[in-house]
């Protein structure tokens, strides 16, 4: 247990619907990344915060793909309009960043299952 | 871009055995690099980092991983396999342009321990 918190663990969903994930990141690190991992590949960026601020988002997160970061604690990912290709584990990540060094410590993932 | 290329997607060791994990990297500036754990159903667990400093780096559960910038890799090894090591493991290079410290990952290679 790294001590970052995912909700849902798994999630099933039918094309079209709306589905939303929270990520509770190890508290006082000021940074929060998510990532999308497909069957057989690695994870890949989507976005990241520093504190509330969402400074960057991937080509990957489509104009469906909404995230948050409310007082910079916990972070939410949103889908609209669910598609079958958003199939995937999706991972979060938090780290403390200082001086530049810093270490990602990811949550156990939300599977997602579009139906 | 950073990228990470990890040869070969499925390792065979029989218990007892060296475990060699192969990842090349691509970067233009020294990089960060770091590999990865990931159970099944689970989250991704950090092994080990690389930051520039030893070149030589050990990490949890007997694995270490050596920094060779003349062959641009940085592969991982354990002296003696246990049936607990059988996982997904992952090489990653951090970004290092700019603030966003975004890990690129390789696709991960299965490493099976026979009895």
């Known amino acids: 247990d790294t001590g970052v918190s995912q909700d849902p663990r798994h999630k099933i969903t039918k094309r079209g619907q709306n589905v939303t994930f929270r990520c509770d990141p190890i508290?006082?690190?000021?940074?929060l990344y998510w990532y999308r991992q497909t069957l057989g590949q690695g994870p890949e960026f989507l976005t990241y915060?520093?504190?509330?601020?969402?400074?960057?988002k991937s080509r990957l997160l489509s104009d469906r793909f909404s995230a948050e970061r409310p007082k910079g604690s916990f972070s939410t990912l949103e889908i609209q309009r669910t598609e079958q290709g958003d199939s995937a584990m999706y991972l979060c990540?938090?780290?403390?960043?200082?001086?530049?060094?810093?270490?990602?410590?990811f949550g156990p993932g939300t599977r997602l299952l579009v139906l | 871009a950073q990228s990470v290329t990890q040869l070969g997607s499925h390792v065979s060791v029989s218990e007892g055995a060296l475990v060699l994990l192969r990842c090349n990297y691509s970067?233009?500036?020294?990089?960060?690099l770091f590999w990865y754990v990931q159970y099944p159903n689970q989250g991704l667990q950090l092994l080990l980092k690389?930051?520039?400093?030893?070149?030589l780096v050990k990490g949890i559960n007997g694995f270490e991983a050596e920094f060779k910038k003349s062959e641009t890799s940085f592969h991982l090894t354990k002296p003696s396999a246990h049936m607990s090591d059988a996982a997904e493991y992952f090489c990653?290079?951090?970004?290092?342009?700019?603030?966003?410290?975004?890990?690129?990952f390789g696709k991960g290679t299965l490493l099976t321990v026979n009895p």
């Open positions: 990540a938090s780290s403390l960043v200082v001086v530049g060094q810093e270490t990602q410590y």
């Open positions: 508290s006082e690190h000021n940074r």
């Open positions: 915060f520093q504190n509330e601020a969402q400074l960057e």
């Open positions: 970067s233009s500036v020294p990089p960060y």
């Open positions: 690389y930051t520039s400093a030893a070149t």
């Open positions: 990653a290079v951090r970004d290092s342009g700019g603030s966003n410290y975004k890990l690129t």
